[in-house]
Structure formats: C-alpha cells, structure tokens
Nanobody, 127 residues
Framework: QVQLVESGGGLVQAGGSLRLSCAAS????????MGWFRQAPGKERNFVAA????????RYADSVKGRFTISRDNAKNTVYLQMNSLKPEDTAVYYC????????????????????WGQGTQVTVSS
C-alpha cells in the first residue's frame, strides 16, 4: 500500500515556474514507477510525465517536453515535477500516482497502469 500527498501547486503567471512534490508513505516507494497526470475542468485525466523505480528512465507528454522535468529521491520517498515556462493551458489539477508492479523497466504512461493516487494539487497559470 502506498499513500501519496502532493504539494507545491499555486497561481503563477505565464512564463513562470513551479515545483510540485509528491511525498509517499509505504515500504515499496523505491521499487515502483511514479507518474504525474493532470486534469482540467470537464476534461479527462492526461499523462504528463513518469519515471521508473530507479530514476533511470523517464517519459513526457509532447506538450510538456523541454519544459517539465520529473525526478525522484528514493531516500526521501519523494517524486518531483519541475515545471518551467508555464502556459495558461497547463492549468489543471495535478495528480501523482504510483504503480503496483515492482521494478518495472517500462515507463507507464496510462491511467490504468497506476494503482495509487494522491488527492491532487491545483496549478493555475494566468496569462
């Protein structure tokens, strides 16, 4: 069982930066892949970025490549999402998620591949 708590969201002007954090509890954090998703009002939850258990492989949605960076600190049981050059279309509730499978070598990019979810943190980018 993994419990996830996101933080770091807020209101920022276009072009600004935010860093989201996701603190995990549970003994298996360092063994599972982690992902960030986002959901705008009235829209589906979409993939943003993900990282495998070791941190050695990552993937990004095309819309955030070159602007967002996912990383993890297994000693702190925390995964991060550094968001730079933010745009109004990045406005959404951001969720972190953890896989159930241990030591996966493939980066998971779909909602159904994740079993544990945080409560979400709001990111609002003003123009």
């Amino acid at each position: 069982q993994v419990q996830l708590v996101e933080s770091g969201g807020g209101l920022v002007q276009a072009g600004g930066s935010l860093r989201l954090s996701c603190a995990a509890s549970g003994r298996t954090f360092s063994s599972v892949g982690m992902g960030w998703f986002r959901q705008a009002p009235g829209k589906e939850r979409n993939f943003v970025a993900a990282i495998i258990w070791s941190g050695g492989r990552t993937r990004y949605a095309d819309s955030v490549k070159g602007r967002f960076t996912i990383s993890r600190d297994n000693a702190k049981n925390t995964v991060y999402l550094q968001m730079n050059s933010l745009k109004p279309e990045d406005t959404a509730v951001y969720y972190c998620a953890a896989e159930r499978a241990l030591y996966g070598s493939v980066v998971a990019t779909t909602v159904t591949e994740y079993d544990y979810w945080g409560q979400g943190t709001q990111v609002t980018v003003s123009s």
